[in-house]
């Protein structure tokens, strides 16, 4: 059974970084392409970035991209988001989640905050 723990997110300040993690226990997803979503108060979840099992090939949402780098670590079951520049749109619950394209394929997680302050 996949468990996706997020993690990493907090208070900041524009301008500020976060860097973002989400573990995966359970079983490895060396294969799998990983993706991260959003969702902001009152809205609905939105793709933010993803990448390939490799790691060769990544893709943003256009709101992000610039600003974000998705990475992983294969060995550790674990991907990353690192956020740099952030801005109080960014502020949403932030989770991590298998994909094909930018759609989602497994259950979610619990998110990790994220609240950026203007």
């Known amino acids: 059974q996949v468990q996706l723990v997020e993690s990493g997110g907090g208070l900041v300040q524009a301008g500020g970084s976060l860097k973002l993690s989400c573990a995966n226990s359970?079983?490895?997803?060396?294969?799998?392409?990983m993706g991260w979503f959003r969702q902001a108060p009152g809205k609905e979840r939105e793709f933010v970035a993803a990448?390939?099992?490799?790691?060769?090939?990544?893709r943003y949402a256009d709101s992000v991209k610039g600003r974000f780098t998705i990475s992983r670590d294969n060995a550790k079951n674990t991907v990353y988001l690192q956020m740099n520049s952030l801005k109080p749109d960014d502020t949403a619950v932030y989770y991590c989640n298998k994909v094909r394209g930018a759609d989602a394929l497994d259950a979610w997680g619990r998110g990790t905050l994220v609240t950026v302050s203007s």
């Open positions: 990448i390939s099992w490799t790691g060769s090939i990544t």
């Open positions: 359970g079983r490895t997803f060396s294969n799998d392409a």
